[in-house]
């Protein structure tokens, strides 16, 4: 009963502690935001453009490679038949040579030939046997002549092919960073997501709600927000942005038991990785809210968000890769509210969920200007939900 009691204190004592932006923002510094980013975003969309030309002329480099590589094998293969028929030939020079010595060298090498020349039975005839002595040595040099010229060849051919083997290999590792150059342009290209349209078309939204629900150009549009939408009755909200949104009593871990596998900001991260040996446990919210949006982003992953109310200022959550969700926009939550399943949708490499928490959202009626405003309004979950401080350390309990 007193950890029970611990933890609702520490709870409570976080609905007051949280890190929200109150910095005021008017309806007239909204404009202006929207009008940096549109610019901002039409110099991403023309360099995303310059990419895909880029990608283009990378491509035009590969095909002219793999045609090198083509070549090349084409070359390796004729030297292999060359030195094949290089091989044939030294074996039948070397058999034709060693012929010839066994009929010279008979008896005891060179005193073969002077026996064979001193035989003679006179000046003719010995003549006669010194210039067959002299045509078979000359013949038995020319065999072994040619036998070393082959060998020398075939070692050259040798060192010809492990040279083009060389140029086929620096060749592929030229291809391998051609390609890893496109894959690094498209992950360049993707990270532009949400696409340069949307993200200008949520941003005229969000002028078009706060011009919508009143607020004037020199009014701190949160305020009117805030104002507007508590005055609402919840049922009549009719989509993302609308609704009485109750006080936040307290934050819970979306889970009950589980462990973190990636924290907020490592490496660019945004949020932070939760999983389970239950690859489709249960996923409540961490607050009291109303479901904000919930759609497929561009990887095709199930997203939920929920927008919660803190001292009067909102936040939102947003949860990604369920493999499913059971609540729909405008629908009041409650930490005991089952929202969907923990699951591996979208540019995922295991089942996990995808915690992040922002003082805006890029939606409409969530108050960024732009998305690159919503990546930088992240907060670390960590500051207020009671996470164990390393990685894969298994809690239980919300």
Known sequence: MKRLSSVILIALL?????PIN????TLSDLRKEVEEANADLENKNNQIAANDAEVAEIKKKIADIESQISE????????????EESNNEIAEKSEQSKSLFQYLQVSEGENAYLEYIFGATD????VYRMAIVEQLTEYNDKIMNELSQLVEENEQRKEELATKNKELEKLTDDLEAEQAKINAETAQIKDAMPSVEQQKKEAEKQIEYYERIGCGESEDIDSCQFAYEQSRNNSSSGGSGGGYVPSAAGFYRPMVSGYVTQNWMNAGHLGIDLSNTNKTI???PIATGVVFAKYYDVYGALVLKIRHNVNGRYIYSTYAHLSAWYVNVGELVTPDTVIGRMGNTGYSFGAHLHLELTTCDWHAGGGCSSYAQYEKSTINPRQYIGFPSGLRVWWNGR
Request: proline residues 0%.
């Open 14 to 18: 976080a609905v007051f502690l949280i």
């Open 22 to 25: 109150t910095e005021a923002k």
């Open 72 to 83: 090349i094998e084409s070359e390796t293969g004729v030297l292999e038949q060359e030195i």
């Open 123 to 126: 000046v003719t005839d010995m």
């Open 282 to 284: 249960e996923i409540y």
